[in-house]
């Protein structure tokens, strides 16, 4: 897959193609029927395949000062997952107040068939663009008629009678409804960084975890509590227990990320390590002290081996 990456002024090397444009955020199951749809109308008529997105979200530029958007997804992991379905170019154009304010129809004939020579279009059910988001797919069809394109419009995914939406997937997801945000996504939610050292209270306890450090800014995490999950590090993937929070039983006041790996005693300190939440367990809770929250770990533990048992995901329960 060829990346474009900056403003759409400077980009004019593909031809005849079959477009979406969106941002994209999560690469979900409706995001993937529409990128399947442009794949497939792409080979048909002999077009290059191509996505147009932004950075940063839109939002940060016409809120400016509101909160940051969490992202399910970083650029990393989108540009991964889309490569994944067989999209020739991805076209990264930079997203300023310059862009915000171009009209509907300027963004059509001038960047669409302009700059990528736009000869077919694919939008989901709900698409809207262009200042104020005032074009749409009547806006398309329209304009199709004297700039010759085609429109096809694709019909919105449902899991559970929910339209799979990124903004639904991130309410999931910050839910600690990861089992459900898994199901919209079509893989588990996951967070990548760097193992640190923690204060070794986990091994002191029989329960080592491997602690992450800085996760991608922005990036979306599931609600604190305990999961099963799973961790891939050094190449493999390993069966988890999960533990996002404050550590309520002791005093440090500092959020943590960390994981048990089951039937696992490797040092892997300033290891990369990616964790994917697969079942909420529960929500954090203080302890008495140690002896108890020993005991609550233990519990956690198999609890977590039962789950992903039941999921296929762990052979045995140890």
């Known amino acids: 897959m060829d990346i474009f990456r900056g403003s759409w002024s400077n980009f004019t090397d593909v031809r005849d193609s079959a477009v979406t444009v969106g941002f994209f955020d999560g690469v979900h199951l409706g995001h993937r029927a529409i990128l399947d749809h442009v794949v497939e109308s792409a080979a048909a008529q002999s077009l290059r395949s191509a996505l147009v997105t932004f950075e940063p979200h839109p939002r940060e530029v016409l809120r400016e000062g509101s909160a940051p958007v969490g992202l399910i997804t970083t650029m990393e992991e989108k540009q991964r997952l889309i490569a994944a379905s067989g999209i020739q170019h991805l076209l990264i154009f930079h997203f300023d107040h310059g862009l915000a304010q171009m009209s509907a129809a300027d963004f059509v004939q001038i960047v669409l068939k302009g700059r990528i020579g736009m000869r077919r279009i694919v939008i989901g059910f709900n698409h809207a663009f262009g200042r104020h988001r005032t074009g749409d797919r009547e806006t398309l069809i329209a304009m199709s ?7 096809d419009v694709v019909n919105p995914a449902r899991v559970n009678d929910h339209i799979v939406s990124s903004s639904h997937v991130r309410d999931l997801i910050s839910d600690g409804h990861v089992a459900q945000a898994a199901e919209a996504l079509g893989r588990f939610h996951s967070v990548t960084g760097v193992i640190v050292r923690g204060f070794g209270r986990g091994k002191r306890l029989h329960y080592p975890t491997a602690n992450l ?44 990320v960390e994981a048990h790996l089951l039937d696992f005693d ?10 994917q939440f697969v079942e909420r367990i529960r929500s954090e809770k203080k302890f008495s002290g140690e002896a108890e929250l020993s005991a609550q770990i233990a519990a956690d533990v198999r609890a977590a081996a039962e789950l992903l048992a039941a999921r296929g995901l762990l052979k045995h329960v140890p």
């Open 145 to 151: 008629r004297t700039l010759a394109f085609t429109v």
């Open 213 to 256: 450090g800085l996760i991608a800014p922005g990036k979306i995490c599931p609600r604190d509590g305990i999961y099963a999950g799973l961790a891939r590090v050094q190449g493999e993937v390993h069966p988890a227990a999960i533990a996002l929070g404050f550590n309520p039983t002791f005093t440090e006041g500092k959020h943590s």
């Open 266 to 275: 490797r040092d892997i300190y300033d290891e990369k390590m990616e964790l």
